[in-house]
Nanobody, 120 residues
Framework: QVQLVESGGRLVQAGDSLRLSCEAS????????MGWFRQAPGKEREFVAA????????YYTDSVKGRFTITRDNAQNTVYLQMSSLRPEDTAVYYC?????????????WGQGTQVTVSS
């Protein structure tokens, strides 16, 4: 079993910064990518950012480019999402996900989510 545990979500004001963390534990797996998704009330889950474990290449959805930064700590099996200039529309439950290179299909493991609320 692979567990992904997110932390760092909380209530902040517009313009604030926040860092989310996601630690992977349990069975060893070969991560191809790890990433963050979010789901706002009444909306579908959407991709936010991802990082390729091998070389650190990063990918972002357009709405967060220039404001969010995804990084990884290989030794700690942890991925971070540094969020700045937060907006009320960033309010959502943020989920960490991992794409296992040894398993068919993308985004094989998911965390339980952490709530980020941005007040105006």
């Amino acid at each position: 079993q692979v567990q992904l545990v997110e932390s760092g979500g909380r209530l902040v004001q517009a313009g604030d910064s926040l860092r989310l963390s996601c630690e992977a534990s349990g069975r060893t797996f070969s991560a191809y990518k790890m990433g963050w998704f979010r789901q706002a009330p009444g909306k579908e889950r959407e991709f936010v950012a991802a990082i390729r474990w091998s070389d650190g290449s990063t990918y972002y959805t357009d709405s967060v480019k220039g404001r969010f930064t995804i990084t990884r700590d290989n030794a700690q099996n942890t991925v971070y999402l540094q969020m700045s200039s937060l907006r009320p529309e960033d309010t959502a439950v943020y989920y960490c996900a991992a794409d296992d290179a040894g398993v068919i299909g993308p985004w094989n493991y998911w965390g339980q989510g952490t709530q980020v609320t941005v007040s105006s």
